[in-house]
């Protein structure tokens, strides 16, 4: 060997054991002496300090539940005492001289879409929004001392700007024992997450729910309306407001016996047998309805005189009689037998004697109200989970310490004063929410009067805010006792201001209240696609336009939003002055396109503000050209099978071909995450003046409760009159067109039949 060659070798091998010296990489981490640095995605690494090499072991937990495994494609190269990790998408510099958060690892973007990071520590000055605890005594966005009492002292409850997307392009998040949150300059942390997303949202919920776990499955059902009101009703009070519901051709799933389904006190679990003389058999006739059952309770005390408490303390560990304490505020005079509801050894004691019990007896969901946990989320979910069979919905207040809420099924916004500026404030909450994939439950209407003098009913706001549930991730009425509502100063004839009962309010507001819910339970086939979308990308049913529409700053703003892929709702949420027989009007940002009013058909023009006029029963809803929307025949509750399906389109400005990957499942058990589920593309080939096509293409997979055969109708709003429809090739004689909006009754078919929709204006080309 040469001595050219020879030196060739020993330098090769100096670089290799430099480069041993320097970092050790093993898969997707790259490990140095003072950091570990392990790319997750093209966009997303995590870092951890260490000394020598030695660093504490990635661990999983609440805040961070699982780690990306898939092998991400970097290279590593070093440039002096600079070390730089690079992606398809972004170059991570390590500094080792520098503290890892003050300039030691910072980020070069590999094109223009990524933004430069200089300093993890950086403040988030342009952070979205996340997620507020609770709205509680809340008029707006002040947050009153008092219940009942709107003079009382108040200060600003704000939505924090905590939440995982920012317009500068880059988010920093920090792990610490069974917690992720947004890091701030000198805050501990185990791990620090870095995701580079710039405009592109998408891929942010893409990172972080990799690492923070998935948004749940919703049990179908719960995308319904769900009845609710604090009042001491009984058994054949509720059977008759189900079936008034029935009568008045309102779909209804779930009702909630909120206090009055037990006695003792505030934590009491005995039922109430004079309202409830049989509770099973009550809750056998409640499923004869499809109508879910949940009830209202609060956790960490059990009344002291409890038949079963003794044997709740014996089981979860307690001394009885120390652990006896007053009660609430609000009724001091009771004692309880207080327990943690984060100590899983009290839970399950909890569960197992009470819970369960009452899951046997026939009640389907739970809404835990008072003080809250991560932890005890948590343990709702899995002993939910593993001791039914069945996706949990567990109503409770949210926790303002993590980013991981979205896991927990659905957040109770609270006990709200009734009025505007509420209804209005429940939006913005609804919208940052959902940058953390929060879903939120408000009390539609209002939970309680603004003072002592009681609160004048307000049908108009009534139904602006119903307008508002229908386009909400969950749709519930709730307000509180009756006695609060109609003093003499200011409801005569003993008129009950917090009812919720549509017929109560006359027929012009039952008019309004029908067709909101009503338009839920159509969007239905829409809605649970998009639920399911949000469980498969974190991409949430309702979320600010700005996820949409980056580059523009009109879609920062909060009194608008996206409903799904196709559809942007601004829903009305100012009094009209005239009272519920006045018109509304207010102004929106419709983004660039054709877009059409959902209500009057009419077609605009998108890329700047326009005005919308609405009556109590319309507001302002519209939809993209082009759009496909699967939609139902409204029946008595949406959990009824999708027997009809309505293919609603909207004509291009141009021509477009538009799928919609329809998504279909059992609504309950969690059978779909082992394939049992069915989607069944569909397809819309549109133009703005010529022929139009519908394919239904036959369904991929199944499960044991899909339907075999399904009716189908086409709903064509904005093109021209046509010359025929066929199906199959075969005429259909069944449509009529109306005022620029086609409707055609396609028949019955066998679901695994391909089924096509031919709409001509041209009869020899048809």
């Known amino acids: 060997m040469n001595l050219k060659k020879i030196l060739t070798v020993l330098l090769l091998l100096s670089a290799a054991w430099t480069e041993a010296k320097e970092y050790r990489r093993a ?26 090499y030695r660093f504490a072991p990635v661990r999983t937990d609440l805040g961070v539940v699982a780690l990306p495994s898939a092998p991400v494609e970097y290279t590593v190269a070093q440039t002096g005492g600079v070390f730089r990790i690079a992606t398809d998408r972004m170059t991570v510099v390590y500094d080792p001289s520098l503290p890892l958060a003050e300039g030691g690892v910072r980020v070069e973007p590999a094109d223009g879409s990524l933004p430069v990071v200089a300093r993890l520590d950086a403040e988030d000055g342009a952070n979205l929004g996340g997620v507020v605890g609770a709205l509680d005594n809340c008029d707006g966005p002040r947050c009153h001392a008092e219940q009942n009492d709107i003079t009382s002292k108040w200060e600003y409850r704000r939505i924090p700007m905590d939440g995982i997307l920012s317009r500068r392009g880059y988010t920093v998040l920090k792990h610490t024992p069974d917690a992720l949150n947004l890091y701030r300059a000198g805050e501990a942390f185990d791990e620090l997450y870095v995701m580079c997303y710039g405009e592109d949202y998408r891929t942010a919920f893409a990172d972080f729910y990799a690492v923070a776990g998935p948004i749940p499955m919703y049990p179908k059902w719960s995308l319904g309306l769900i009845w609710s009101r604090w009042k001491d009703y009984d058994d054949e009070d509720y059977k008759r407001i189900v079936a008034r519901f029935r009568e008045e051709r309102i779909p209804l799933d779930a009702v909630i016996l909120d206090m009055c389904w037990h006695v003792d006190h505030w934590y009491g679990y005995k039922y109430d047998t004079v309202n409830f003389p049989d509770m099973r058999a009550f809750q ?16 960490g005390c059990i009344y002291k005189d409890d038949p079963k408490v003794r044997e709740f303390c014996r089981r979860a560990g307690l001394d009885y009689e120390r652990s006896i304490v007053a009660g609430p505020s609000f009724e001091p005079e009771i004692r309880v037998v207080q327990y943690d509801t984060r100590n899983e050894r009290h839970f ?75 209804m209005r404030y429940t939006l913005e909450a609804t919208i940052k929410g959902a940058n953390n994939g929060v879903n939120w439950s408000h009390d539609i209407g209002g939970y309680m009067p603004q003072g002592a003098d009681g609160y004048i009913p307000d049908g108009e706001m009534f139904a602006r805010w119903t307008q508002l549930g229908a386009v909400s991730p969950l749709m519930r009425f709730h307000a509180k006792k009756d006695v609060f509502w109609f003093p003499a100063k200011s409801c005569p004839d003993g008129w009950d201001g917090g009812s919720r009962l549509p017929w109560e309010w006359g027929p012009t507001v039952e008019e309004s209240l029908r067709r909101s819910v009503r338009l839920r339970a159509a969007l239905n086939p829409y ?121 609603r389109a909207y004509a291009p400005a141009a021509a477009c071909h538009t799928e919609f990957d329809l998504y279909e499942d059992e609504g309950e058990n969690f059978d779909y995450e082992r394939g049992a589920c069915r989607r069944t593309l569909l397809v ?3 133009t703005a003046d010529g022929p ?39 005429a259909c004689g069944d449509w009529t067109w109306r005022d620029g909006v086609l409707t055609a009754e396609c028949g ?8 096509t929709i031919e709409i001509r204006r041209d009869h020899e080309n048809s």
Not at 618 to 627: E, N
Not at 748 to 755: C, G, L, M, Q, S
């Open 348 to 422: 399950k004691a909890f569960y197992d004697l009470y819970l369960a019990d009452m899951i046997a007896d026939g009640f389907d969901f739970h809404w835990v109200d008072g003080a809250n946990s991560i932890y005890s989320s948590e343990l709702y979910r899995k002993y939910l989970s593993e001791g039914t069979g069945r996706r949990p919905l567990v109503l409770n207040r949210l926790h303002s310490y993590t980013l991981c809420n979205h896991r927990y099924p659905a957040g109770f916004s609270g006990d709200t004063y009734a009025t505007w500026a509420t």
């Open 284 to 299: 056998r006739w409640c499923d004869e309805q499809h109508v879910k059952t949940g009830f209202n309770h609060h956790s």
């Open 527 to 647: 809605i649970y696609t998009m639920m399911r979308r949000a469980h498969d990308t974190g991409v949430t049913l309702c979320r600010g336009l700005y996820i949409d529409y980056p580059g523009a700053d009109e879609s920062y703003r909060y009194d608008e939003f996206l409903f799904g892929d196709a559809m942007l709702a601004a829903p009305a949420m100012r009094p009209s002055g005239d009272g519920q027989h006045g018109l509304t009007e207010r102004s929106l940002w419709l983004p660039e396109g054709m877009w059409y009013d959902y209500f009057t058909a009419e077609s605009v023009e998108g890329g700047r503000e326009i005005s919308r006029v609405s009556d109590i029963c319309t507001f302002p809803l519209y939809v993209k050209a082009g759009a496909l929307i699967p939609m139902a025949v409204p029946a008595d509750c949406v959990s009824a099978p999708l027997e009809t399906l309505v293919l």
């Open 748 to 755: 019955t078919f066998p679901v695994a039949e391909k089924v």
């Open 692 to 730: 139009q096509r519908f394919t239904i293409e036959a369904p991929r997979g199944s499960y044991p409760e899909a339907v075999a055969e399904r009716t189908y109708r086409v709903e064509l709003v904005g093109a021209p009159e046509p010359a025929s429809v066929t199906v199959n090739g075969a």
């Open 27 to 52: 898969g997707n981490a790259v490990s140095f002496r003072k950091a570990r640095i392990e790319v997750l995605s093209p966009t997303m690494f995590s870092v951890r300090e260490g000394d020598g």
């Open 684 to 686: 819309y080939d549109g």
